[in-house]
């Protein structure tokens, strides 16, 4: 007889079954077949949010495709109809900084002198290679996408919509050059903006020399300012030191500085007082510096709690001090260039960073005996976000968007977002309050080509589409191969005002912006014709087929109902797409948003290869398997981080091999008593059977409709959290207490556990798509005619209100079980030893499930105490009770001893025929052996055992030894034994040999003297 089922292996290879699965999904065009399923049924409209085609995946990728692709399936599942685009993040200073570091370019220089437009084809060819690699791994990840329409935002189309959307800005009077101090990295040659390097990895803490220097009063012999600073090298760019008017300074040693109290000093003043005194500059003989009137200002900002209450103030090389020079009309000197290196009209400094600087000034400042003190000190400092160099202040012009006409807006749509957690709204509402200008323009080359055209006449001319710039060019438009440098950039336009040739700023824009705009042009916002293969444009062409929608797309699929990233994006992704959205359209592009934190080491450490507790994608799924990894994701709570490694999965991996044991189970006995499933079961239900099978069916009503609604408000951690704790009753309720049933052909028994692991699968196939499908194969689709082939094809199952009265009688029945237990626990007895009773109080549950506590309790009786047990012990309260029993005393203390006492309520007893109060009273909780508590319940076992019980001990721990035994010896669940006992064991047989046979399909049993034999007959 062929078997129903494929026999399973005792523990589930994760790794192995994974790859199978793939591969069937591959050949029986699984994903496919879903889409045509659901085309046409109601729209799931999801926005990816770009991954940097840049590297592989890393495991924290990982988490956030898992939640994608977790929610995708479940909406698929329901019948929705989804777009399953996938985005590739590809241009800006990812994949520049990547690209020099292969090539070993280490700066501008560098990149100029290999060549732009081979640069250029050196950062695409990454992009290509990567999504390659990133598509391969997040399919191994069962991710389903759809992979060949993948969007690049280095496409030209995309390109052309964020002209459009800046074009859009400066029609609004929002877009202008800034002349500003900004953080900069001098490694990549480029400010950065605020938003991104607001994280909290951007900063290191880094040694730094610390500097006490005078500066010599011009007015006052011999008196000085004593400065503080950290940054020599910004000391040959000082025109100012700045004060605190109201602050007291004191003047001892010939230097100045804030006055401490107790201090001794030959003159005290108050900053006010200071302020426009002049003094002679460090470096007077150097170039830049030449005419400049170094002067005291006032700074209400002044720090006090570090340095000397006077701060040196160079314009060119730090924010606070670029403000003040607007303030005080101060000449700005920038020191360095573009590359961190002093200009050379700065004499002996010329050519060097600001690192190698650091010496030769204090050497000058020695040698001028203008040092007062030189030491070391470590602070936290901030560090490129892509690069990791430290960073330094410029003066530079910027291009900024204004943000302060849309911020109230910005605010008023976020009130609208559901966020979930929702405590990440609040996030966003300060990032939007706080945010300042945007900063969206980069000194670097292969990013998304600023379109602006600044003509000498003074008009800003900002191209908002190629058929634009076509119509606008002087010449170039031949070699326009794409809309990157260098070839955008031999395309001068004449200008709208005065019709003069203009050239293209050099700049490219912030990255985001490409992310950004990705809800309008992905989705073909204001797009007349749907145009195909709209997106294989520009760079991107050749490596996708995606098509440019049309605007009846657009308003079919804006905005998105659901979008996931992880916290950090509110300020990236979340920020700026919404920015972009509001602007051209007046909405949000989102309607709810998941957010989540970050990802560790299992111990709690952040993951760096460099400390070699990083854990590689590829690594994580040859080792522990897709699933498991999903699994891990999925149960953390989003607000809190991810602990990640190979001990957590372990975890999971014990937690899935109950499911995987049950379902070995049934099918063990489903194949030796033919049993043949009924696919219909799974909407209409199992027949009626016993009891425990109603409540197995309603348990597992609770537990669809329970993950339905968590998948609804997309909480993963509800619904691996009630996927165990169903798994847990399934296993170790059900199938405990229903065995027996299995070794006969009941057909109730077999349907109902058939139902409930079926439904089970369904819905936890969302998040471990691999092993519910694999066993769905085994259980339905390999043993149900007219059955889907795949779990992915089956639809959701329909959500039941369960019996719940049912569910809690039962629940209650295990926690009274579980009471028994921990009394044997506690007092040392096995489980397989029988006991006379169990007494139980509290339970109304209990008084129709006697037949079941019984045999879980493994008591010949279970009797229901109305009463409470003893709970309280009492004494005597001797100083109030002596004065007032005088003799008595003595008989209400022999009474109270041995528990003879009736309790009134309220704390009051009688004993010894006196009414005792509760001040009368010393009360101590009893410790009565042989009893547990809970909350609610009392549970008490017989401990005593007589002959007939021990004997009935020993019997089970013979059964048991035998069946060890039949196991140790591989024999077949059906095969029949002979039994040699040893003859110490002779005297259960008279009694028990028909009970041993049957508990161990033994045909005959024999004492001979020996040790404990069997024997296949
Ligand atoms: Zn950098
Ligand atoms: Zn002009």
Not at 53 to 62: S, Y
Not at 503 to 530: C, F, H, K
């Amino acid at each position: 007889m062929a078997r129903m089922f494929a026999p399973l292996t005792a523990v589930p290879d994760h790794p192995a079954l994974e790859r199978v699965v793939l591969a069937r999904w591959d050949a029986e065009r699984t994903f496919e077949r879903l889409r045509e399923l659901n085309a046409g049924g109601p729209r799931f409209s999801f926005v990816d949010g770009p991954i940097t085609a840049n590297n592989a995946m890393g495991v924290h990728h990982a988490w956030g495709r898992t939640l994608k692709d977790v929610f995708q399936r479940f909406q698929a599942l329901r019948g929705h109809e989804l777009r399953y685009q996938n985005g590739f993040d590809c241009q800006g200073l990812w994949v520049e900084v990547e690209v020099e570091k292969s090539l070993g370019l280490n700066s501008k220089r560098e990149i100029e002198e290999y060549g732009l437009a081979e640069f250029a084809a050196r950062c695409r060819e990454r992009v290509a290679k990567y999504a390659e690699v990133i598509t391969e791994q997040s399919r191994r990840l069962g991710m389903w996408m759809d992979w060949d329409n993948d969007y690049y935002t280095f496409a030209d189309t995309n390109i052309e919509y964020i002209w459009r959307f800046l074009k859009e800005v400066h029609r609004r009077g929002w877009l202008f050059l800034g002349h500003r101090s900004t953080q900069w990295c001098p490694r990549c040659g480029t400010s950065l903006s605020q938003h991104e390097q607001a994280g909290e990895g951007n900063y290191e803490e880094l040694d730094h020399p610390s500097l006490h220097v005078r500066f010599p009063l011009k007015e006052r012999k011999g008196e000085a300012l004593v400065v503080w600073t950290t940054t020599p090298w910004t000391l040959p760019a000082n025109v100012a030191a700045a004060v605190k008017p109201d602050a007291e300074y004191g003047l001892s040693n010939g230097g100045w500085r804030l006055a401490e109290s107790g201090g001794e000093y030959e003159r005290i003043a108050r900053g006010d007082e200071l302020v426009g005194l002049e003094y002679s500059g460090l470096f007077d003989e150097l170039t830049p510096q030449q005419g400049i009137a170094h002067r005291v200002i006032p700074w209400d900002d002044v720090v006090l709690d570090e340095g000397t209450g006077i701060v040196h103030i160079a314009p060119g090389a730090g924010t606070d001090d670029f403000e003040l020079s607007r303030v005080h009309d101060l000449p700005v000197l920038v020191p360095i260039d573009e590359s961190g290196r002093f200009y050379p009209e700065y004499g002996p400094f010329a050519g060097l960073s600001t690192d190698e600087a650091e010496e030769p000034v204090i050497a000058a400042l020695r040698e001028r005996g203008l040092l007062v003190e030189a030491g070391r000190v470590t602070h936290r400092y901030p560090i490129c976000w892509r690069c990791r160099t430290p960073l330094v202040f410029r003066v530079v012009d910027d291009w900024f968007i204004g943000v302060d006409g849309i911020r109230g807006a910005l605010l008023d749509e976020n009130a609208k977002v559901e966020w979930t957690p929702p405590q990440y709204r609040k996030r966003m509402d300060d990032w939007l309050r706080n945010m300042g200008d945007w900063n969206i323009s980069r000194k670097r080359y292969f990013g998304l080509p600023l379109p602006f055209y600044q003509c000498a006449c003074g008009n800003l001319n900002v191209v908002g589409s190629r058929a634009e710039l076509e119509r606008r060019a002087v010449r170039g438009l031949e070699q326009l191969q794409e809309l990157h440098r260098p070839w955008i950039d031999e395309v001068p336009i004449s200008c709208e005002s005065c019709g003069v040739e203009v050239q293209r700023i050099p700049d490219v824009g912030d990255a985001w912006l490409d992310a950004g705009i990705v809800p309008l042009s992905t989705l073909g916002w204001e797009n007349p014709t749907w145009v195909e293969h709209g997106y294989a444009t520009g760079a991107a062409e050749g490596l996708t087929g995606a098509d440019l929608p049309d605007d009846t797309y657009w308003q079919q699929w804006f905005p998105a109902g659901w979008i996931s990233e992880m916290r950090e994006q509110i300020r990236l992704w979340f920020y700026s797409q919404f920015f972009m959205s509001m602007t051209l359209v007046g909405r949000s592009p989102y309607r709810r948003v998941l957010t989540y934190e970050k990802l560790l080491d299992e111990t709690g450490r952040e993951m760096h290869r460099s400390w070699g507790n990083s854990i590689d994608a590829d690594e994580a799924f040859d080792r522990m398997g897709a699933d498991v990894m999903r699994w891990l994701f999925c149960e953390v709570p989003p607000a809190q981080n991810l602990k990640f490694g190979y001990g957590p999965a372990r975890e999971v991996q014990r937690r899935l091999l109950t499911l995987w044991n049950s379902v070995s189970f049934l099918v063990t006995y489903g194949n030796i008593e033919d049993f043949r499933p009924v696919y219909a079961d799974l909407t209409g239900g199992p027949p009626e059977g016993q009891p425990l099978d109603a409540w197995l069916v309603s348990r597992t009503h609770q537990l669809v409709a329970d993950t339905t609604a968590a998948y609804e408000r997309y909480w993963t951690p509800a619904v691996t959290a009630a996927f165990d704790a169903f798994v847990e009753d399934l296993s170790n309720w059900y199938i405990r207490r229903s065995r027996r049933r299995f070794y006969g052909d009941d057909e109730a028994a077999f349907r109902t556990l058939w139902y409930a692991l079926v439904q089970s699968l369904r819905v936890v196939a969302p998040l471990m798509p691999f092993l519910a499908d694999e066993l769905w194969r085994n259980l339905v689709a390999g043993a149900c005619e007219r059955a889907p082939d795949s779990v992915h094809l089956a639809g959701w199952p329909e959500v039941h209100e369960p019996d719940t009265t049912l569910l809690t009688e039962i629940a209650e029945v295990r926690e009274l079980v579980e009471l028994g237990r921990q009394v044997r626990a506690e007092e040392g007895v096995k489980l397989r030893q029988p006991l006379r009773r169990a007494s139980i109080h509290g339970s109304e549950a209990a008084r129709s499930h006697l037949d079941e506590i019984r045999e879980e309790l493994r008591v010949k009786e279970v009797e229901l105490l109305d009463a409470a047990p003893l709970r309280f012990r009492y004494k005597p309260n001797l100083r109030v009770l002596g004065p007032r029993l005088g003799r008595d005393l003595s008989a209400v203390r022999a009474a109270l001893e041995v528990g003879e006492f009736e309790e009134l309520g309220e704390g009051r007893i009688r004993a010894a025929g006196h009414e005792l109060g509760p001040d009368e009273l010393i009360v101590e909780r009893a410790k009565e052996r042989g009893w547990a508590h809970s909350d609610r319940f009392s549970v008490g076992l017989d401990l005593d055992l007589d002959p007939e019980l021990e004997r009935e001990g020993r019997v089970l721990d013979l059964i048991h030894a035998l069946n060890a035994l039949r196991k140790d010896r591989g024999l077949e669940l059906t095969d029949r034994i002979a039994v040699t006992v040893p003859a110490s064991q002779s005297d259960l047989l008279p009694e028990h040999a028909d009970w041993i046979k049957q508990e161990t399909l033994a045909v005959r049993i024999e004492a001979d003297g020996g040790s404990l034999e069997i024997e296949k007959v």
